[in-house]
């Protein structure tokens, strides 16, 4: 999966943040909700536009940010 295809950073949609092409919802709420133990099955039913496929994207693209970050210790 290509996270590129599904998310996009526009000034003019929320500041900026990363958000699901097409929508306001960021990636940061998604895995804050995933990390805050939200089941997926109900961020998809609290987000009708979000399918299975931007829950990855979303992690894909998490872990590409990290990837590309200097750590600091």
Excluded: C, S
Excluded at 1 to 8: C, G, S
Excluded at 14 to 25: D, E, L, N, Q, S
Aim: negative net charge.
């Amino acid at each position: 999966m290509n996270w590129q295809e599904l998310i996009e950073e526009r000034t003019d949609v929320m500041a900026g943040k990363p958000v699901f092409k097409g929508t306001r919802i960021t990636v940061e709420h998604v895995l804050t909700e995933l990390g805050r133990g939200m089941p997926e099955e109900e961020l998809l039913r609290d987000h009708p536009r979000l399918t299975p496929q931007h829950i990855r994207a979303a992690m894909l693209y998490a872990a590409a940010v990290l990837g590309a970050q200097e750590v600091i210790t």
